[in-house]
């Protein structure tokens, strides 16, 4: 039996779309409970059609804003994030999900949950699609730091490395260090020291440096990176992505015969579209963390959220959090 | 009269592809000549159906590799590069172009032709397409540097509006700084520290900072940026771009009925194609150093690298080297 915390508030597409994802999920999957946080008169008609047992509202008054420094986090109390946040800290839920601010998540987060022993920074990590169709690339960082040390990136190696076995149910994936060529020395001084420490420690998968253009070819597992180059080697290949994609529906709609292609095309597009679908991925978890922590896109449909709520079921099931915790502990004995 | 040096060995499809390019452009410019450093052997049945007086082979007999470190260069004396950059120092040659390593090209070029006064590092800066035909941001620096200051950052924005004066005949093109975030105070120190010097020197088409996955939208005119994220940026987006492009094909490829489609659709998707040609833009060019040079893409067909060649060649006519100089000379004027 689970139970996810959910923060209903702070989305780009509200309530409503949220609620429809919620709302398949708790469908299929009969044993599990959700507490949702947010504005109470809002949540309520959303759920009418459910069964009381399956949810409970939690009224919260106040929204997270994008933007939120560590102290006006600490003073949000009432806020649907900061309360949905705590039911995890407190044991009230197993899990929980938001798809309001990144930033405030992060900062959230990180404060209320506070980090596992031994781990230095927690590290934003979430799966990429890959040119492979259910190949996906874990990438992390991908934004929760600005900087990063080379024990940290090194940490986030062997934080990757427990999410992809336990999520994507691999046994040795391949491990790579994101830089700006392949050659060992190569990157910023955090990268060069983290490929040393991964080699030192002779972590299993470790494959060396992969650059960014090779990196979602279906063939590199695990990408490890400081934050900021996390946050913008995800932003490049969302926004390339997009481009993309409003290009190819320009390109069917050039004239007569090109729309006439579309009805030939269209069954090699649709693969292509799910082969590049990044809602079924679901999620970037916050990994280091004392609490299993979801942020879904902020945009997210109710497809999207619905496939965010599995990926945070998945985790509780398999016990990412614990495995973190159970490895840094191992580590920091080995230390002693 | 120009004269360009050319350094034909060292690139991915070797020296025939190059001087195909070549030849095109000699026949296009009449009023041009080039200096041609490599083998000779191999150079010279290459060439056999050009006049004589428009090009001058000058043979070399190393090559300088992938990855070298700067008195590694300075001991490959003989070798194509480091000729072919030394011709633009000693004034043979109007400007440089080289397909070859890039970390060789950034090292020899800083080196042999020094940073213009003034200038504290030189960036590399190439135009990418954007979702708009015709219309490219220019990114620097994409690779240059591991690190960079804040003050340098600013620099190379105040380039990166040179640049696009001259190449693009923009009277007051867009800057943008990139980051993790739109929000002034975004980014990492260098990134925050060069947003406070663009606003308090008022410098003209600044409007803030962009994130990665807004910056291609045909929106932006300059993307200005530390080079490691640059870097990582210039490859998620050509990565994403090889990746797209191989998925549209396998779409068409799928059955019987999408090849019947791409009949139909070929033409929309022959726009498309011409969007995002990376080879109209042909090279990056360093800027901040006494002397034009200018790196072809190591893969360059003949396409390419005659486009790089009318880059260089835009380039010495619009005299961007000496403006940028200007520029510099009279900044530091005024800080006296």
Redesign the interface.
């Known amino acids: 039996m689970f139970t996810i915390a959910i923060d209903m508030m702070g989305s780009d597409n509200g309530p409503a779309a949220l609620a429809e994802g919620i709302k398949r999920y708790l469908k299929e999957k009969p044993d599990t409970k959700v507490l949702l946080f947010g504005d109470k008169a809002e949540l309520k008609p959303l759920f009418a059609d459910v069964e009381k047992s399956r949810y409970e509202i939690e009224p919260t008054d106040t929204v997270i804003p994008m933007?939120i420094k560590p102290l006006e986090f600490l003073r949000a109390r009432t806020s649907s994030m900061y309360q949905a946040i705590l039911a995890v800290k407190e044991g009230k839920a197993d899990g929980v999900l938001t798809a309001g601010s990144t930033?405030g998540f992060v900062t959230g987060a990180t404060i209320l949950l506070r980090n596992i022993e031994g781990v230095d920074r927690a590290a934003l990590c979430t799966p990429f699609p890959?040119?492979k169709l259910n190949v996906p690339a874990v990438v992390l960082d991908v934004?929760a730091n600005?900087?990063n040390t080379a024990e940290e990136v090194y940490q986030f190696a062997l934080m990757g490395r427990i999410y992809h076995q336990a999520v994507f149910g691999s046994e040795n994936p391949s491990l790579y260090l994101?830089s700006?060529?392949t050659?060992e020395g190569k990157?910023?001084?955090e990268v060069v020291g983290a490929y040393k420490l991964l080699k030192e420690n002779k972590v299993p998968g470790f494959k060396g440096n992969v650059?960014?253009?090779?990196?979602?070819?279906g063939t590199h597992d695990i990408l490890v990176?400081p934050g900021?180059?996390g946050?913008?080697?995800?932003?490049?290949?969302?926004?390339?992505?997009?481009?993309?994609n409003?290009?190819?529906k320009?390109?069917?709609?050039?004239?007569f015969?090109?729309k006439?292609?579309?009805?030939?095309?269209?069954?090699?597009?649709a693969?292509?579209k799910e082969?590049?679908n990044y809602r079924q991925y679901g999620g970037a978890i916050l990994l280091g963390i004392n609490g299993l922590a979801v942020k879904a896109h902020g945009n997210s449909d109710p497809l999207a959220f619905y496939c965010a709520l599995k990926v945070v079921d998945r985790m509780i099931e398999k016990q990412v959090v614990k495995k973190v915790k159970e490895a840094f502990a191992s580590a920091s004995e080995n230390h002693d």
């Open positions: 933007e930033g890959t040119k934004g600005n900087y994101l700006n060529g050659e990157g910023t001084e650059e960014a253009r090779d990196a979602l070819d990176t900021y180059a946050n913008i080697f995800l932003k490049a290949t969302e926004g390339m992505g997009k481009n993309m409003d290009l190819i320009e390109a069917f709609k050039h004239n015969f090109t006439i292609g579309y009805l030939f095309a269209h069954k090699g597009f693969k292509m082969t590049m």
